[in-house]
């Protein structure tokens, strides 16, 4: 049996594990441990106008979609902080489903746009585009090290 439903903390352990496996692999390969995993998802559920969802499959979480909505002067938006699939199980839809399901619940609550970051190119940025969003020409991350290994 497949249901999505709001992420509850009762998940993070669950959850920050799936994250793991998720983006210490390709094409991520991060580094991610479960105390700093752990760490970004509570902080995440604990943000002003949190929202988030899991993928349900027979009572095992396979996907996870977060963030908080923000108040822009174009209205109100959600920022997706952390979206993941299990990556053993990608490209069956299940990424499209909870993300049309957290569109449909925001648009219930009046937010009017949702942006996040994620790879340029490759088969993240084309399932991205193929479920309708696009990447704006007027904008771009900006990035300094603080780190001074060098």
């Not at 299990?86 to 069956?92: A, G, K, P």
């Not at 648009?107 to 993240?124: C, E, M, Q, Y």
């Amino acid at each position: 049996m497949e249901t999505i439903e709001s992420f509850q903390i009762d998940y993070l352990e669950e959850c920050a594990n799936l994250l793991i496996s998720t983006f210490n692999s390709e094409p991520w390969n991060e580094k991610w441990t479960f105390k700093t995993a752990s760490k970004r998802l509570e902080e995440t559920y604990k943000t002003h106008n949190f929202k988030g969802w899991v993928y349900k499959k027979d009572d095992k979480i396979i996907g996870v979609i977060m963030g908080n909505c923000e108040q822009w002067y174009e209205g109100f938006q959600y920022y997706i902080k952390d979206f993941f699939v299990d990556s053993t199980i990608q490209n069956r839809g299940i990424g499209s489903k909870i993300l049309k399901y957290s569109e449909e619940e925001l648009k219930a609550v009046d937010v009017n746009s949702i942006h996040f970051w994620t790879l340029k190119g490759g088969r993240i940025e084309r399932f991205y585009k193929k479920n309708g969003y696009e990447v704006p020409s007027m904008l771009t991350l900006m990035i300094k090290d603080l780190d001074d290994k060098a």
